[in-house]
């Protein structure tokens, strides 16, 4: 009986993104490894200022994005190392650009109501596209998304966060689906 309530507590603690899998044999770290090609998703933006309002809406899928009804060639490729490194390959309506850097899973934040590991920091340490590139020292948290679900060959990263400022407010939702290749 204790056999059997301890696998069950390991099996389950495994899960921490909303839709993950209720059971899973591999490690988060293990699941997150590997490379990843984006598929489909969307991302809202609205935005107020002295009663002003703009909103734009864009809809990815695994060759294009689609901004406002106009259509863009598109493709998204992240590789997630065991070691902690990343490498994303984006190519942008003909232009091609890479970002390499590190990557951990946040711990947990009680006033965001984010579990243990639900999300990933993408600290950038370059970024390069022909003739160009920047290179960043030290820590430089160039993207975080909070995992919804993460399954062996499915990542989906969802998330809405509002900016505040001097007149201003603007909201953003997103959600990126990648399978694994």
């Known amino acids: 009986m204790l056999i059997v309530l301890g696998v069950s507590t390991t099996f389950t603690g495994c899960k921490k993104g909303e839709n993950d899998p209720f059971l899973s044999l591999k490690s988060r770290k293990a699941r997150i490894s590997g490379e990843w090609t984006l598929v489909s998703g969307s991302e809202t933006s609205t935005y107020n200022s002295g009663g002003l309002a703009s909103s734009s809406s864009t809809t990815y899928t695994e060759t294009s994005y689609i901004v406002n009804g106009t259509s863009y060639p598109y493709s998204e490729k992240m590789t997630i190392e ?24 946040a711990g947990a934040i ?49 998330g809405e966060y509002t900016t505040t400022g001097s007149g201003f407010t603007s909201t953003n939702k997103y959600e990126r689906i990648f399978d694994k290749k």
């Open 110 to 158: 009680k006033d965001l109501d984010l579990k243990n590991k639900e999300a990933i920091v993408f600290s950038t340490q370059n970024y390069s596209e022909p003739g160009y590139s920047e290179t960043y020292d030290g820590f430089y948290a160039g993207e975080v998304y909070i995992i919804d679900q993460l399954k062996n060959k499915e990542l989906v990263f969802k």
């Open 82 to 105: 065991k070691d902690g490194t990343y490498e994303i390959e984006v190519i942008d309506d003909g232009d091609f650009y890479t970002i390499t850097g590190n990557w951990f899973f």
